[in-house]
């Protein structure tokens, strides 16, 4: 059974600091891998992916991929209230199938 | 460009009645996914299709349950009878490819009574 892993939260941390979310996942051969934030009421909506090994930069979000390890994570610089929401990752185990989701890490951003 | 529509966005229906949930997908786009979230199980696939055809259906709870991709640009989620464990969010979603990057509708709210 190929899995992804996410803590549940909720992350808690104040406005400004840099929050971060963990991913694990069971399949090895994983090959692209995906960051999803959906708002309470709303649809699951993309804000980054990431292929290759290393950080993958793109504002104020960062994806990180240690594939040796079977590990991305997503981190928030400058965490604003409106960064508060449920975090999907998601994982392509192999070509030609369908992403696999985690469950979600709920974050919340005091003011 | 619009993104994937879906409709009805909301739908209240009596256990025992049948429901059709349906969905346009982002011009263009190879792969459709139907899921259905609810808080207790999170997103679960339901089915996907891949150039029209139905790839996986191994999510699809129940004979139930049917999906239906005609053309490229519409799908359908059929529910017969609905019963109150039905009671969830329905998204669909559309993808270059399967693999890719996927792009998710506003979703449909079912409520079974």
């Known amino acids: 059974q190929k899995e992804v892993e996410q803590n549940s939260g909720p992350l808690s941390v104040p406005e400004g600091a840099i929050a971060s979310l963990n991913c694990t996942y069971s399949?090895?051969?994983?090959?692209?891998f995906f960051w999803y934030r959906q708002y309470s009421g709303k649809s699951p909506e993309l804000i980054m992916f990431?292929?290759?090994?290393g950080d993958k930069e793109d504002g104020r979000f960062t994806a990180q991929l240690n594939k040796a390890s079977q590990y991305v994570s997503l981190l928030i610089r400058d965490s604003q209230p409106s960064d508060s929401a449920t975090y999907l990752c998601?994982?392509?185990?192999?070509?030609?199938?369908?992403?696999?989701f985690g469950k979600g890490t709920t974050l919340s951003v005091s003011s | 460009d619009a993104g994937v529509i879906q409709s009805p966005r909301h739908e209240v229906t009596e256990m025992g009645q049948e429901v059709t949930l349906r969905c346009k997908p982002i011009?263009?786009?190879?792969?459709l996914f139907w899921y259905r979230q609810t808080m207790m199980r999170g997103l679960e696939l339901l089915i996907y299709?891949?150039?029209?055809?139905?790839?996986?259906d191994s999510g699809m709870p129940e004979d139930r349950f049917s999906a239906k991709m005609p053309n490229a640009s519409f799908s359908t989620l059929k529910i017969q009878p609905s019963e109150p464990r039905d009671s969830a969010v329905y998204f669909c979603?559309?993808?270059?490819?399967?693999?890719?990057?996927?792009?998710f509708g506003p979703g449909t709210r079912l409520t079974v009574t």
């Open positions: 979603a559309s993808s270059p490819g399967t693999g890719f990057e996927q792009y």
């Open positions: 399949d090895r051969g994983s090959q692209s």
């Open positions: 990431i292929y290759s090994n």
């Open positions: 011009s263009g786009h190879n792969s």
């Open positions: 998601a994982v392509n185990t192999q070509a030609g199938t369908a992403l696999i």
């Open positions: 299709f891949n150039n029209n055809v139905p790839i996986d």
